[in-house]
């Protein structure tokens, strides 16, 4: 059945101006004109669907476009899906912003988003609100990509774990730690950890998903590879995924601290008073140089 593009805005509850601007995109194919009227059809309504859905989902409107071009498939979609972590309160309840190409995220609301752990997700003003960081500085933080929000339902959202984030840094802070000096340290880790990030994801594509999006076999033995509506392999990939990436998580996070630890024991060490490197150690535990200063000193001479 054809229809005029006034009917498949009603049918597709979307604006006439945002199916142009899809077209403009290339999310949807033209459609078939007769003389100066245009005819879309059944294929542009579930086209219309799909690309509400994918958004509803989390996914920016570049990756709906590969994935509804081809450029990207099925078990992309599913990693990305999972990678976004995004899900609505309410599903039945269409996202705000979804006409709109370019949702604002100014002022606060309850919009009731939530992410994937149930949740809830922060404007940045609410962050501001429920922080007590300055809303100027977090802006601040975020132009410098040292605070990077989530896509959740398609908006830029915070989530519990920014919030705890945010007041760290403050309480650095209060604790007298100069603010430009904060930001040039986060601007220093933020370059490296993202260079590491990058020749990590480039790792579990060249070992992970490349071997499954092939057919071979990888990981852990007994686990076969899925055969979903999404192709073999697909179940496979977000399982590689929501293991590995805790896995990761830990293993960085540990070492992180660890090397931190590590480096502030030894400057208290040299720098410190008897009384400062006696305290740190039995903060952080262990068997400290004073101690074992100490014991070499009470050792009985031969």
């Not at 008897?274 to 150690?281: G, S």
């Amino acid at each position: 059945m054809e229809m005029r593009v006034e009917q498949l805005s009603v049918g597709a509850g979307v604006s006439v101006d945002t199916i142009r601007y899809y077209q403009s995109k290339g999310l949807l194919e033209p459609p078939r004109r007769q003389g100066r009227v245009a005819w879309y059809d059944e294929g542009h309504l579930e086209r219309l669907a799909r690309i509400r859905s994918l958004q509803q989902r989390g996914f920016t409107l570049a990756t709906i476009v590969r994935l509804v071009t081809g450029d990207l498939d099925a078990a992309d979609e599913a990693l990305v899906g999972e990678l976004s972590g995004a899900q609505r309160v309410g599903a039945a309840r269409l996202s705000p912003g979804l006409d709109d190409p370019q949702p604002s995220d100014s002022g606060p609301g309850e919009d009731g988003l939530t992410v994937s752990d149930g949740g809830r997700a922060f404007t940045l003003v609410e962050l501001a609100h429920e922080t007590g960081v300055p809303l100027a500085l977090l802006k601040a933080v975020e132009a410098e990509g040292l605070l990077i929000p989530r896509r959740v339902a398609g908006r830029q959202r915070y989530t519990e774990d920014d919030v705890a984030a945010a007041k760290a840094g403050l309480l650095l802070l209060e604790w007298g730690i100069p603010l430009s000096a904060l930001l040039e340290l986060a601007r220093r880790h933020h370059e490296a950890t993202e260079a590491v990030a990058r020749e990590a994801v480039a790792m579990f594509s060249a070992h992970v998903r490349g071997p499954l999006r092939d057919g071979r076999p990888v990981g852990p033995e007994d686990r076969s590879a899925s055969e979903t509506a999404g192709g073999p392999g697909v179940d496979r990939l977000l399982q590689a995924y929501s293991e590995l990436l805790p896995a990761v998580d830990a293993l960085v996070g540990h070492h992180f601290t660890r090397t931190l630890v590590k480096v502030a024991l030894d400057h208290v060490e040299q720098v410190g008073s008897e009384d400062e490197r006696r305290a740190v150690w039995e903060q952080v535990g262990g068997d400290s140089a004073v101690e074992r200063r100490e014991g070499q000193q009470a050792a009985p001479i031969p």
